[in-house]
């Protein structure tokens, strides 16, 4: 991760093509589904979900994107494809990325694994240079959480407009952030250092309107050297 993976979440899939892709399956091969309590299962199974995805992708590169177009049209069932495959194996068990995310991270119950899983798209949360480990999770996971909602492409604030853009990972996982917030606004703003937190909880003072940005599927790769 620390030699393909920069401090800007980019990956250098054209340099990690070849022994270090290796690696990589025998690291994936070598893993199983048994976890123990919250945190090893949370950053089990986020490194198994951004591993199979960078495996992915390699077994694919050189693309362009996760989503392909065929005659400059999205390739909707090469995109369900990618995510709903079960490719990913543990031992016996095949395992889809859809079901990482679905049926075993998000039932944990934190939505901030929404920022640390990464589809291979620039529209996705940075890609961490490190893995997750047990005893360090809850502090990555902030951390992941304030560096989405901080970053620009991802939220912004129009104080002007009183308007909220945002990624529309919010938009599709809303369920879980409104699980542990009364809104998204009241997810989101806590977090964004842009905006003052005076009187943010005061019930006369409406909250801002949302706006959700467009995604951007480009494969979140970046050169080598």
């Known amino acids: 991760m620390r ?3 920069d401090d800007h979440g980019r990956v250098d899939y054209a340099g990690w093509k070849g022994a270090d892709a290796e690696l990589l399956a025998g690291w994936l091969s070598r893993q199983d589904a048994h976890t123990g309590n919250r945190p090893e299962a949370l950053a089990h ?12 992708v390699l077994q694919r590169y050189p693309i362009a994107s996760i989503r392909p177009q065929l005659l400059g049209v999205p390739n909707w069932l090469g995109f369900l ?9 543990l031992g016996e ?3 889809s990325l859809g079901e990482i995310e679905n049926a075993i991270l998000r039932p944990l119950g934190d939505p901030r694994i929404h920022f640390a899983i990464v589809c291979a798209s620039i529209g996705c949360p940075l890609l961490r240079n490190e893995a997750y480990r047990p005893e360090r999770v809850e502090i990555q996971l902030e951390e992941d959480a304030r560096r989405f909602i901080n970053n620009p492409a991802k939220v912004r604030y129009d104080a002007a ?18 699980a542990v917030a009364p809104s998204l606004a009241a997810y989101i703003l806590p977090r964004l250092a842009t905006v003052p937190t005076a009187g943010l909880g005061e019930s006369s003072r409406p909250e801002p309107s949302l706006r959700f940005l467009p995604y951007d599927w480009s494969l979140n790769q970046r050169t080598s050297g």
Do not use: G, K, M
Not at 48 to 54: D, E, G, M, V
Not at 81 to 89: A, I, N
Not at 161 to 178: G, M, N, Q, T
């Open 3 to 5: 030699r393909h993976v």
């Open 81 to 89: 494809r990618f995510f709903s495959r079960r490719e990913h194996r």
């Open 161 to 178: 407009a009183h308007v909220l853009h945002c990624s529309p990972i919010f938009r599709w996982y809303r369920a879980d952030f409104e």
């Open 93 to 95: 068990r095949p395992y």
């Open 45 to 56: 199974w986020i490194n198994l979900y951004n591993a199979f995805t960078i495996q992915a």
